[in-house]
């Protein structure tokens, strides 16, 4: 088909887009698997702990695809006695909405012994992955890596000779169960700093493989007997281009990565390409994905450290190490220089320097000039009854017993709060101090959006309960990428959008705040259906730190019945 014959450059470019889809669709597959979730005894950091895992897995299967391929997932609960669902984070379900993943938002939970269907198509490439999102079983281990490839015929702007994948994540002694009961608890009980750091579901505690060079009086590691915790050497041949994909799915720490000696460029984030840049070591946060290239081009014959330490926290976790060993060197062989140092937990200006070179690749779609809405959400620690939460505008979330989806669908009005949430907090608000009044309340409202209107979202940090405390918030939405506008210090005030990027803003799904800032987003709400906006570090949502978006759930086809089979919507159905 030749498309210059349709005539007017729309007509020959909407011509282009049907036949890239065509070639898209005829390319495509359906693929499926077949998974149980339950709880297994595992060794992350080589103390034995229950975990939760799929298959027998930890972490779960790595699920690999290409864009345009249908994903079809039957899972199927076996923990016995809790419920169970499973995010595709940044995946949008485009026309899937149900497939969301999200317990009292999307879906029921799926009881003990039951069997749901995710069927979804996963439309773009990039570097994701999947996780619980029922109470906290992220913590536990409900995660997975989810990579989509290019489609048959397409290429990445960027070469490379081979790709390794790493998933990032933190990892406490203590059962998630215990930390909930402490979290909810008068008074309260902080779930304290993880024991260890994994790479791929691999720690180690109480050892390091750098310990020549502690001053503590660690022994270096012992692996013989329980090699599933002995970390995964990334082996290497000299004079190459390696992809990395790199994804964080923390419950709570922030994380730096470093490769010693070698430096990587950045050409992804979150699924979208951005302007290529080299740095000597990586932020990502809780949520973040990023693809770099490293060029091997160091000394052959010796072995590198690859480095996690921890970043926003005073860290209280030592660092995950590995290797980046080339193909002429044995890897057992310890280099003998000391592991990248990872920059100062509180050196907040390293972390914006990084966050502030990511540019969106030339050609990537531009954010609309002007906005239809406005929403200012004011991130603060408050009290409830005696109680420590996290609240939105005052407003502490709590999820209700019907999922969003049907209830609005089915116009389920008593299902949950009828009143929206504010669009903006007091402008007397102080956000460098305490709040006077620390009280907050709870509310399982909804922002209701008009479909394809431009929505702008302004995260605004403030103080804690306590004096000159203001913690890192990495905030994740679901069902859409948004474009990040900016960054700015202290009350984002009128005047502020001036500093706004819409030339060439990155696409996110996850973007955070900084101690005292803000972060302003700007999406089209162009998918029907009820998706989160939360903080992804796990402790917070469990405390309330999230708000919940619909937009033209009028629009959405029907829903599966297993996905609604319980509160009002269960006796809807019947």
Known sequence: MDCKSWGSRDIVFLCIIVLSLIHVS?????????????YMYGAPDCQEHVVMGINGQFPGPTIRAKAGDTIVVDLTNKLHTEGVVIHWHGIRQVRTPWADGTASISQCAINPGETFEYRFKVDRPGTYFYHGHYGMQRSAGLYGSLIVDMADGEKEPFHY??????????????SVHEQEVGLSSNPFRWIGEPQSLLINGRGQYNCSLAAKFSNSSI??????????????VLKVRPNKTYRLRIASTTALASLNLAIEGHKMVVVEADGNHVQPFAVNDLDIYSGESYSVLLKTDQNPYKNYWVSIGV??????TNQALTLLSYSATPASKLPTTQPPVTPRWDDYNHSKAFTKSIYALMGSPQPPK????????????NRLNGFVKWAINNVSLVLPSTPYLGSIKFGL???F??????????????IMKPAPNQNTTQGSGVYSITLNTTVDVILQNANALAKDVSEIHPWHLHGHDFWVLGYGEGKFKDGDEKTFNLKNPPLRNTAVIFPFGWTALRFVADNPGVWAFHCHIEPHLHMGMGVIFAQGVHRVGQIPKEALACGLTGNKQN
């Open 311 to 316: 970043r926003g926290r005073d860290p209280k």
């Open 417 to 430: 709060d009828q009143k929206s949430p504010p669009d903006n907090y007091d402008s007397s608000y102080d």
């Open 219 to 232: 022994s270096q590691c012992k692996f013989k007997g329980n090699e599933k915790c002995a970390p995964q």
């Open 413 to 415: 009005n008593n299902a």
């Open 161 to 174: 000779d081979a790709e390794f994948n790493l998933l990032l994540s933190d990892w406490w002694h203590k």
């Open 370 to 381: 002007t906005y239809d809405r406005r929403i200012i959400l004011l991130n603060t620690q």
């Open 26 to 38: 005829l390319g495509a597959k359906v693929r499926h698997f077949k998974w149980e979730v339950e």
